[in-house]
Nanobody
Framework: VQLVESGGGLVQPGGSLRLSCAAS????????MGWFRQAPGKERTFVAA????????QYADSVKGRFTVARLNADNTIYLQMNSLKPEDTAVYYC??????????????????WGQGTQVTVST
C-alpha cells in the first residue's frame, strides 16, 4: 500500500492550494479516504473525509466552507482544494485510507494506511 501526497508549498494568506494523494497497492474505490494535518508542536487532527462513492463528505469546523475534498476513483486519487487559507492552516497534511468501505469518518484510529505528508505553509 502506498499513498503519496503532493501539492503543498508556501502561500500567502487568502491564497489557494490543491493537494493530491495518489494511491496504489489496494482497491482504492472500496475505501473511504481522509485528510488530516499536524501543526508544529500539536497533535494530528481531522480535516476532511470522503466516502467510497465520493458523494458524502465530512469536514472539520475550522475548514468548512473553505476546503473541498474530492476523489477520482478511475485515477486512484484524492484531492483537497484549499481556499481562503489562513496562517493557522499551516501544517503537514496527510492523506489516509480508512480500513473499511462506506461513509467518511473523523477518527484517525479508523485509518490504517497513511502517506508521508506534504507541508503547507501560509505566511506573508
Amino acid at each position: 500500500v502506498q499513498l503519496v501526497e503532493s501539492g503543498g508549498g508556501l502561500v500567502q494568506p487568502g491564497g489557494s492550494l490543491r493537494l493530491s494523494c495518489a494511491a496504489s497497492g489496494f482497491t482504492f474505490r472500496d475505501h473511504a479516504m481522509g485528510w488530516f494535518r499536524q501543526a508544529p508542536g500539536k497533535e494530528r487532527t481531522f480535516v476532511a473525509a470522503i466516502s467510497t462513492s465520493g458523494v458524502f463528505a465530512q469536514y472539520a469546523d475550522s475548514v468548512k466552507g473553505r476546503f473541498t475534498v474530492a476523489r477520482l476513483n478511475a485515477d486512484n486519487t484524492i484531492y483537497l482544494q484549499m481556499n481562503s487559507l489562513k496562517p493557522e492552516d499551516t501544517a503537514v497534511y496527510y492523506c489516509a485510507a480508512d480500513r473499511r468501505t462506506g461513509p467518511p469518518r473523523r477518527s484517525e484510529h479508523e485509518y490504517d494506511h497513511w502517506g508521508q505528508g506534504t507541508q503547507v505553509t501560509v505566511s506573508t
